[in-house]
C-alpha cells in the first residue's frame, strides 16, 4: 500500500500494515517510493502521512481513544 507523505509530497510504501491499522502505535515502517533505486526503509509519523488522495488517515487508524465522544 502506497500512502503519501504530506512534508514532501513523495509516495511512501509501507512496509508494516499491521503498524497502520494500531492507534497504539504512531510510527509505521515505510520507504519512499522514487527514483530507479530502492529506498532505505523509515520510520513515519502517521500524523505525516494522508492516503494519495489527500484525504486524512481514519481517526481509529491513529488514536487509541477514537471510541470516546469529544
Do not use: I, T
Not at 515502517?29 to 527514483?35: D, W
Not at 533505486?37 to 477514537?66: H, I, N, T, V
Amino acid at each position: 500500500m502506497y500512502l503519501k507523505h504530506k512534508v514532501s509530497g513523495s509516495l511512501v510504501e509501507v512496509l508494516d500494515m499491521a503498524a497502520l491499522s494500531d492507534p497504539c502505535r504512531g510510527y509505521l515502517a515505510g520507504r519512499f517510493h522514487a527514483g530507479e533505486e530502492m529506498q532505505d526503509p523509515s520510520d513515519f509519523a502517521k500524523g505525516e502521512l494522508s492516503f494519495p488522495s489527500g484525504e486524512d488517515l481514519p481517526r481509529c487508524w491513529k488514536d487509541p481513544r477514537y471510541k470516546n465522544v469529544m
